[in-house]
């Protein structure tokens, strides 16, 4: 991540907060967490802290559990979609070498 991450990104909502904003007990949330679907930062006494971002990915996993999606099924989702990113992030990466030791630009 970047080293001055966007509003979305920065990780400085309390798992109280992020409970309220997504209707999620702050026992599912930890669950989801254990389960490997959400990544919060921990602050130094040890306090989770989310990101707008998490809050996002939160809303998705409970709708996606509300309609029966086991949470197995969703973190393969999340590592195919993660897969195919780092895929498009290579591929764009060695373009852009490519163009650069060939001289090659875009008109």
């Known amino acids: 991540m970047a080293d001055n991450p966007s509003y979305k990104e920065r990780k400085v909502i309390t798992i109280g907060v992020v409970s309220e904003l997504t209707g999620l007990s702050e026992r599912q ?10 990544f919060p930062e921990r602050s130094p006494k040890g306090n989770r802290k989310y990101s707008f971002s998490d809050v ?15 949470t197995y099924e969703i973190r393969q989702e ?5 897969r195919k990113e780092e895929r498009r ?4 990466l ?8 060939f001289g090659v630009q875009k008109e």
Do not use: F, P, S, T
Request: charged share 45%.
């Open 78 to 82: 999340m590592l195919k979609a993660k």
């Open 29 to 38: 949330i930890r669950y989801y967490e254990e389960r490997k679907l959400i």
């Open 89 to 92: 992030y290579r591929k764009e």
């Open 56 to 70: 996002e990915q939160l809303i998705d996993i409970a709708n996606k559990r509300e309609e029966g999606v086991q």
């Open 94 to 101: 060695l373009r852009g070498e490519i163009n650069a030791r």
